[in-house]
């Protein structure tokens, strides 16, 4: 079962063995997935638009959720760009950091955006990237985002750029990705997004939130389905589990634990839908055995 550690900053989180993935989780508790897109279900590509979700992988998120389990997406991408990625199969999403969302068809915003602001943002970046054509400037709605992944030794003049441009917008927060630093309104938060998901997920049983995501954008998350106090006002979360995808260099993670690399993550999504299987047919059989109790019981009384 989950770890009861608090959610503070660990740099050892523990290992899950993705072929074990069900030593973790119990038949007697329901469950619910809010996975990232990039480095989690997408491999990193040179230009973020040629990353895709394989097939195999959508036809077995589909295939989880046909068992019952809820299943969202918490990407920094925008919304649109999302539910191209996740076609055929719709998924509630939290996009852009959680400012975008949608759920059973309807799309909304969280929070007002400054569009003026993020205009002249977005023409200062333009601006100053015009030297280097090795960076990448992904244009979102409600956010800004400068990749330096086909030139990593740009790193410091990604930053320059996009710390510069931020400072004169007070509204306005500078977030570190992998290769990427991106301007976005205060009020992106993955961890708010999820909890905001999962209100709407909530059943008469309570649902056991697990993450998984690979960047630091995802620290938030997984501070809130491990029952952070940050969170706990506004939500009774039982102690979720967060994922951290990666763990390479040993950077400290609020995440409990931890898998390799994106395969590692297709294994465990396969031993989850194993897991999902074998309880559904656990909970038929008591459904099946308690009715003929309560029949027989009938004809006694008779």
């Keep these: 079962m989950t770890s009861g550690r608090s959610a503070s900053v660990h740099s050892a989180p523990i290992y899950i063995s993705p072929k074990h993935f069900a030593d973790y989780l119990s038949p007697q508790q329901g469950y619910c997935l809010f996975l990232d897109i990039d480095g989690t279900l997408a491999d990193f590509t040179l230009n973020p638009k040629d990353s895709f979700i394989p097939t195999t992988t959508l036809t077995l998120l589909e295939k989880i ?3 019952g389990v809820n299943i969202a ?38 929070t007002q955006i400054n569009l ?17 054509d090795d960076l990448t400037i992904e244009d979102k709605p409600y956010s800004v985002a400068l990749h330096y992944r086909q030139n990593p030794t740009l790193a410091d003049v990604a930053y320059a750029i996009m710390s510069t441009t931020s400072k004169d917008y007070a509204d306005w ?21 999820i909890l905001t998901l999962l209100k709407q997920m909530q059943t008469n049983d309570t649902l056991c939130p697990i993450f998984i995501g690979d960047d ?14 940050r969170f706990i006002e506004k ?33 465990l999504l396969e031993r989850f839908l194993t897991f999902c299987q074998k309880r559904s047919t656990l909970l038929s059989d008591l459904t099946n055995s308690n009715v003929q109790i309560v029949c027989k019981h009938s004809r006694q009384l008779i």
């Design 65 to 67: 959720q046909s068992h």
């Design 73 to 110: 997406i918490v990407t920094g991408r925008s919304l649109t760009e999302a539910k191209q990625m996740l076609s055929p199969i719709k998924l509630p999403i939290a996009a852009t950091h959680g400012l975008e969302m949608a759920f059973d068809g309807i799309s909304a915003s969280l």
């Design 116 to 132: 003026i602001e993020l205009t002249a943002i977005k023409q200062a970046i333009r601006q100053s990237c015009m030297p280097y």
């Design 173 to 193: 927060l500078l977030k570190q990705g992998k290769y990427v630093w991106e301007i976005a309104p205060k009020a992106a938060d993955k961890g708010i997004a």
């Design 216 to 229: 630091i954008t995802d620290e938030a998350g997984f501070i809130a389905v491990q029952g952070s106090k």
């Design 235 to 267: 939500s009774h979360l039982i102690k979720g589990m967060g994922i951290r995808v990666g763990n390479e260099y040993q950077q400290p993670t609020c995440a409990h634990y931890y898998v390799n690399n994106i395969h590692d993550v297709t294994v």
